[in-house]
């Protein structure tokens, strides 16, 4: 079965660069994706990458993807305090379109 | 426009008790997802709905659960008989049928507690 591995918990300072990981176990993953999560609230998707790409980057993101690694890692530049939150990453793969979440990483930004 | 609407947000009920969770997607799109947060156990997809096909059901945990789909759009999540193992954070989610991406918008979720 399916399985995404993340660390629970990743402290920075302020403006510092922050680099969050995952790994999953499914070959046939189609799309990874990234949602946030602050207390108290849903969750919100921030970006995701098609599996035939290794790189996607939206303004202070970047995710990378070693598909041979099966590792995808969420890297947020100068990080700011309301960038804390839970970061989930999550798959699908072709034939179920149910996602697939690891246990989350909690971000701290210290000031 | 609005995103996914969730009711209650939150429910306090006794073991043993019947609970309805209610789900409203976003207008237009025609797949909604069920899943449950709760500690321990993280995320997990429960149920998923695509228009008039027949529900994905492979993630409900017991036949207590069960969900419905009247008319394309609003969703209900039902637990019978509620247990103590049940409390969690119940959270919808919605997406387009043909996004590439298949990307699930979440609701707020509801807390149910049950005592």
């Known amino acids: 079965g399916e399985d995404v591995e993340q660390s629970l918990f990743l402290s920075v300072r302020e403006g510092d660069s922050s680099v969050i990981n995952c790994t999953y176990t499914?070959?046939?993953?189609?799309?990874l994706y990234w949602y946030k999560q602050e207390p108290g609230a849903g969750l919100q998707l921030l970006t995701y990458?098609?599996?035939?790409?290794d790189m996607k980057q939206d303004q202070r993101l970047t995710v990378l993807l070693n598909k041979k690694d099966k590792h995808l890692s969420l890297r947020i530049a100068d990080t700011q305090t309301g960038d804390s939150a839970i970061y989930f990453c999550?798959?699908?793969?072709?034939?179920?379109?149910?996602?697939?979440f690891g246990s989350g990483t909690r971000l701290q930004v210290q000031p | 426009g609005a995103g996914v609407s969730q009711s209650p947000s939150n429910k306090v009920t006794e073991k043993g008790k019947d609970v309805e969770l209610r789900c409203d997607p976003i207008?237009?799109?025609?797949?909604l997802y069920w899943y449950r947060q709760s500690l321990g156990q993280g995320l997990e997809f429960l149920i998923y709905?695509?228009?008039?096909?027949?529900?994905?059901k492979s993630g409900l945990p017991s036949d207590r659960f069960s969900a419905e789909r009247t008319g394309g759009s609003v969703s209900t999540l039902t637990i019978q008989r509620t247990q103590q193992e049940d409390s969690a954070v119940y959270l919808c989610?919605?997406?387009?049928?043909?996004?590439?991406?298949?990307?699930?918008?979440f609701g707020p979720g509801t807390r149910l507690t049950v005592l």
């Open positions: 207008s237009g799109h025609t797949a």
């Open positions: 709905f695509q228009g008039n096909s027949a529900p994905d």
């Open positions: 990458i098609f599996s035939n790409m």
């Open positions: 499914d070959s046939s993953s189609t799309y």
């Open positions: 999550a798959e699908s793969y072709a034939g179920r379109r149910a996602l697939t």
């Open positions: 989610a919605s997406s387009l049928a043909n996004a590439g991406g298949n990307e699930q918008f």
